[in-house]
Nanobody, 122 residues
Framework: QVQLVESGGGLVQAGGSLRLSCTAS??????????MGWFRQAPGKEREFVAV??????ALYADSVGRFTISRDNAKYTVYLQLNALEPEATAVYYC???????????????WGQGTQVTVSS
């Protein structure tokens, strides 16, 4: 019953920006207590951690990511990932994930969205 739906991906030129959104259903009574994360997977690579925001709005980011900002709006059951100053290396499928507690490990997250493609051209 739990469903996470991402949106906002697309094709941008290097230096451009995107805002990814992930809206949850089936977590209405628990969303505010869940840690919400973003992961990405490039061709030939493992899915890697990008950012996570916990129930107290504390955010963590991977060292490898650029000028990204994660945020959440509990009233909308939505988590966002603002991608600024994008570089071609950021090209990947970006996945939203939810877990009862915070983690930077993909194995910790039981709920996942379908992913949204971000392509950065040079």
């Amino acid at each position: 019953q739990v469903q996470l739906v991402e949106s906002g991906g697309g094709l941008v030129q290097a230096g451009g920006s995107l805002r990814l959104s992930c809206t949850a259903s089936g977590l209405t009574n628990s969303f505010s207590n869940y840690a919400m994360g973003w992961f990405r997977q490039a061709p030939g690579k493992e899915r890697e951690f990008v950012a996570v925001i916990d129930r107290a709005y504390s955010a963590l980011y991977a060292d490898s990511v650029g000028r990204f900002t994660i945020s959440r709006d509990n009233a909308k059951y939505t988590v966002y990932l603002q991608l600024n100053a994008l570089e071609p290396e950021a090209t990947a499928v970006y996945y939203c994930a939810a877990a009862p507690s915070t983690s930077m490990s993909k194995d910790h997250f039981p709920y996942w969205g379908q992913g949204t493609q971000v392509t950065v051209s040079s």
